[in-house]
């Protein structure tokens, strides 16, 4: 079965400043695509970002981009310029040949003014 | 467009007490699912369903019930609520299922907290 690990619960992130989010996964399918959602306190899932597992070239969307290494199992969130808005829970996930997505269990990220 | 549609979004019950949780969503997806999140847990997969008329288990699947009769519709039961069972469900529907991967993004209802005493 497939598994995705965030260790890290918290981080913090100084308005401006950029920071990492970091996720790994397990899996033997060589097909896949990973995502990371972000859930602000309204509880409303957005997506951030989508990656394709069989494209080398890391997805890119204005101040979010990835760091996916498909040999090591990482995929990591940049967010460049911290904004305030930025403040929620980040989930990494994945979903493979069966559909399903499953997530990590989530980071909170806190910005700081 | 309404999307992803869950009722209700508030509810409390009793031990041994059933429920369905309502889940519609209008754009046409073949793929919809139920989550449920936790504290620490984040989000863990009840029950999914790839097309009308296939449903299949996720992660937790004890205590729960879909049916997925229309593309539209994928409703959740509790057949005899425990209080392990308070939680915040999802809904969330996207393209594929029959045709392929999962390779959308996955539209989300706005939750449905449920308390169980």
Redesign the interface.
């Known amino acids: 079965a497939q598994t995705v690990t965030?260790s890290q619960?918290e981080m913090s992130v100084q308005e401006a400043e950029t920071v990492t989010l970091s996720c790994t996964y397990d899996t033997s399918e060589s097909?896949?695509?990973l995502?990371w959602?972000k859930q602000p306190p309204s509880?409303?899932?957005i997506?951030v970002i989508?990656q394709?597992a069989y494209k080398q070239q890391n997805a890119t969307e204005n101040r979010f981009s990835v760091n996916f290494q498909k040999a090591a199992k990482s995929f990591s969130l940049k967010i460049s310029d911290s904004q305030l808005g930025d403040a929620a829970m980040y989930?990494c996930?994945y979903?493979?040949?069966n559909?399903?997505?499953?997530?990590?269990?989530?980071i909170t990220l806190s910005v700081r003014p | 467009n309404a999307g992803v549609t869950q009722t209700p979004k508030f509810q409390v019950l009793k031990t041994g007490q059933s429920m369905t949780l309502q889940c519609a969503q209008d754009m046409n997806h073949e793929?919809m699912?139920w989550?449920r999140q936790d504290p620490?847990?984040?989000?863990?997969?009840i029950h999914?369903s790839?097309g009308a008329g296939i449903t299949d288990q996720?992660?937790v699947p004890n205590g729960y019930n879909v049916s997925r009769s229309t593309t539209e519709d994928f409703p959740l039961r509790l057949l005899s609520a425990a209080p392990s069972q308070t939680s915040?469900y999802?809904c969330?529907s996207s393209y594929?299922?029959l045709a392929g991967?999962?390779?959308g993004?996955?539209f989300?209802g706005?939750?449905s907290r449920l308390t169980v005493l």
């Open positions: 965030q619960p097909d896949y695509y995502f959602y509880r409303q899932m997506l989508r394709e989930f996930a979903t493979g040949a559909s399903k997505l499953t997530f990590g269990k989530g | 793929y699912s989550y620490g847990m984040g989000l863990r997969l999914y790839v996720g992660e915040v999802f969330a594929s299922g991967q999962n390779t993004e996955l989300f706005e939750g």
